[in-house]
Each structure stands twice: as structure tokens, then as C-alpha cells.
């Protein structure tokens, strides 16, 4: 059984950062696409970040280039979402998911999902 489990959110001050983290299990993810998501209130769920397993290639939304970095252990089979310089419009669940495509943004296509965890930037 795949799960995905986010941690790291909270509460931080606008310029502040936090590290995200979420813990693969229950089947080898090589080949797989791991990505960020988050979704605010009333708004749709939007692609932040997504990293290749294997190869460690990354995808960035303009709104996360510079200021977030993922990256992924994989002797702890666990990917990371670093956010730096926050500002209240990160305030959002962010979701983990992962994808047997390459790098893909839309949400629609990835398989599994975590249950999220809550980022409120405060100003």
C-alpha cells in the first residue's frame, strides 16, 4: 500500500522559511515523478515543484522559482520541499503526490497522494 505523508508545515512570519517533507513508502518510486502541489482556500490545487526519483531532474512554477527548492534522499526515500522568503500568498495545504510521468504540472495526472499539511505565512 503506497502512502505519502507530508510534515513540516506551520505557522511562520512573511520572509521566513519552512522545510517541507514527505516520506515515500510501500513501493520502489525509481521511475516516478514526485511533485508539490498546494491548494489555498476557494482556489484550485496548483503544481509548485516536482522532482524525477532516479535522476534528480526538477520542475519549478514561476511562483516557486528562487525561493523553494526540492530535492530527495533516497536512502530515506523521503522528498523535500525548502521554501524560502515566504509571503502570505504561500498560505496553502501543500499536497505531495507522485507520477510514473516525467515532470508533469497537472494535477490530474498524478497517481498518489498524501493527506497535506497546512503553511500559513503570516504578515
Known amino acids: 500500500q503506497v502512502q505519502l505523508v507530508e510534515s513540516g508545515g506551520g505557522l511562520v512570519q512573511a520572509g521566513g522559511s519552512l522545510r517541507l517533507s514527505c516520506a515515500a513508502s510501500?513501493?520502489?518510486?525509481?521511475?516516478?515523478?514526485m511533485g508539490w502541489f498546494r491548494q489555498a482556500p476557494g482556489k484550485e490545487r496548483m503544481f509548485v515543484a516536482a522532482i524525477t526519483w532516479s535522476a534528480g531532474r526538477t520542475s519549478y512554477a514561476d511562483s516557486a522559482k528562487g525561493r523553494f527548492t526540492i530535492s530527495r534522499d533516497n536512502a530515506k526515500s523521503t522528498v523535500y520541499l525548502q521554501m524560502n522568503n515566504l509571503t502570505p500568498e504561500d498560505t496553502a495545504v501543500y499536497y505531495c503526490a507522485a507520477d510514473t510521468g516525467y515532470l508533469k504540472r497537472a494535477f490530474s495526472e498524478y497517481i498518489y497522494w498524501g493527506q497535506g499539511t497546512q503553511v500559513t505565512v503570516s504578515s
Open positions: 510501500g513501493r520502489t518510486f525509481s521511475g516516478y515523478t
